[in-house]
């Protein structure tokens, strides 16, 4: 009994965050999403049922089956008090959505079709996207408040004011949850894989020194854009890339920092960290995504990353400056400006890169000057100490400063100047 | 802001660039769009594909006016100044095989 207690306690975070979004979703199918409180608040107390129940009794055979069906049971309740109100005290008002007698079943097939359903409702092109964002990492991915707050190093009532006002467009979206729809998977597929894009970017280059927060934030987006890429209606070429994409810059994950979180340059990455599971799937899906005419900037950042993942190519960097200038063409981001200059120096030295970039004048980001401080570092050490100084001034993150540091420190001993 | 056209004009209509001119083409276009003063990526216009009409009974086979010389394309610029739309100009890799670019700016009426 002792050690069964003990597994429960265990065993219960695990379950709640790897089902409690599934049946939340599940629910709010068979609701409709005007009730998703409803839902929520069905799933919480089934949770609380488990925790009261298996500290007793320990935990069943079969746990995911026992939530299944005290979630299933609660709802039946639910639906009948409901009925029972609407009936007697309302007068027999019948919604659309609400239909007690309806029955449904917690199987494969329900749960990733609902889920799936509830990645479309939750990127509402009317919600800003940090608060698409927010939703989806509440709803779909069952991170609390507190951990959301972490990952975008915000303050709590912050997120709490994102969510509310994203849960109140939510609920009164209209959103046919019941059943895809061929039109709201064309209308907002492309909002889906942004959201889920800038999901993982939030997990891959935010400055939140939580690790393992930042790994989940990118596992948890791998694993939403995968079931897009499963589901022949939303396995478009577009979503195929941003898995490829995924999966590439995943499989750096453990090269790319020290345990205190120091970044370490790609060039000095331990490449026997990378993870080659990871580079074969990203293989396999940028095969899959390049089936069609269409190519988007997942495809040229997949490109982009499928090279830096690739074993030496003697025209590895022309291959990378020529996706960027396509990348640039299609949307400018000061990091795209930076990193494609970056490429331009590898592919025609460090000189015209210097020139390159000193046209970008982008003088209040860190990186900028961290761009020209590396360039500067082999021939004017003088210039490069200055660009990092900027660098260190602009920048927020500790271990960054921690890096460029260092590098002020390799200039400053180098014999001879 | 202005927007300004930078118009691309060849005489050699036969002119097929090699791999290396076109990724200078590119690197000079990406270069501008990384300032993010590119206003519109343009397009290229075919020599061979071409007519001028001078009158509704009055058409001519290809692109030429009083000159050989054509125009091969065109891009939109945003930049403070002409003179700014001029220095990018001045690094086009178009003079290394006899070309030339007019810069004009483009007018906005107002309502």
Request: aromatic residues 8%; contains cysteine.
């Amino acid at each position: 009994m002792q050690k069964e207690t003990a597994s429960s306690k265990e065993l219960l975070p695990h379950l709640f965050r790897l089902e409690y979004t599934k049946m939340t979703a599940v629910l709010c199918r068979h609701f409709g999403l005007k009730h998703i409180e409803a839902a929520e608040d069905i799933v919480s107390e089934t949770f609380l049922k488990a925790s009261e129940v298996w500290g007793i009794n320990g935990v069943p055979e079969n746990p995911t089956a026992w939530l299944y069906t005290v979630a299933k049971n609660k709802t039946k309740d639910y639906l009948k008090h409901l009925t029972v109100f609407e009936t007697r005290v309302k007068d027999a008002i019948q919604t659309d959505e609400l239909q007690a007698e309806h029955d449904f079943e917690f199987n494969h097939q329900t749960i990733s079709d609902s889920q799936l359903a509830m990645i479309f409702a939750v990127c509402n092109p009317a919600n800003a996207t940090e608060a698409q964002i927010c939703l989806a990492l509440q709803v779909l991915c069952g991170f609390s408040v507190a951990e959301i707050a972490d990952a975008f190093l915000t303050k709590t009532e912050t997120i709490k004011k994102r969510l509310f006002r994203a849960r109140t467009n939510l609920r009164n979206d209209n959103f046919q949850i019941g059943e895809l729809q061929e039109q709201a998977i064309q209308s907002r597929l492309d909002t889906v894989l942004s959201t889920l894009y800038l999901l993982f970017n939030e997990g891959y280059s935010s400055r939140s020194n939580n690790h393992l927060i930042r790994k989940d934030l990118c596992s948890e987006a791998i694993r939403l854009v995968l079931m897009l890429a499963e589901n022949p209606l939303t396995s478009t070429t577009d979503a195929n890339a941003l898995l490829a994409l995924m999966c590439f810059q995943s499989s750096r994950f453990d090269a790319r920092a020290t345990n205190d979180g120091e970044i370490i340059l790609f060039e000095e990455q331990d490449k026997t960290l990378w993870n080659q599971e990871l580079i074969d799937k990203g293989n396999y899906y940028l095969i899959n995504a390049c089936s069609g005419n269409q190519i988007s900037k997942y495809h040229l950042e997949a490109g982009i990353a499928y090279w830096h993942t690739t074993p030496t190519d003697d025209h590895q960097w022309e291959h990378i400056l020529l996706l960027y200038n396509q990348l640039i063409l299609i949307e400018y981001s000061p990091v795209t400006a930076l990193n494609r200059t970056f490429a331009f120096a590898k592919v025609y030295g460090n000189e015209q890169g210097i020139a390159e970039a000193e046209k970008l004048n982008l003088t209040q980001l860190n990186h900028y000057h961290c761009l020209l401080g590396y360039l500067y570092a082999g021939t004017n050490p003088a210039k490069a100490i200055g660009h990092y100084q900027q660098a260190i001034k602009l920048t927020k993150s500790p271990s960054e400063k921690r890096t460029l540091t260092k590098q002020i420190e390799k200039l400053t001993i180098l014999p001879g100047r | 802001m202005k927007d300004f056209v930078l118009i691309f004009r060849l005489s050699n209509p036969d002119f097929k660039p090699s791999p290396e001119q076109m990724q200078e083409r590119m690197n000079w276009l990406a270069g501008i769009a990384a300032q993010n003063k590119l206003a519109d990526k343009g397009n290229t216009l075919s020599v061979g594909n071409a007519k001028t009409v001078k009158g509704s009974n009055l058409v001519t086979d290809g692109p030429y006016t009083e000159i050989k010389e054509f125009v091969s394309g065109y891009i939109i610029v945003k930049t403070e100044t002409i003179d700014e739309a001029v220095e990018f100009a001045k690094s086009n890799p178009i003079f290394k095989i006899g070309g030339t670019i007019e810069v004009r700016e483009v007018l906005v009426h107002k309502p």
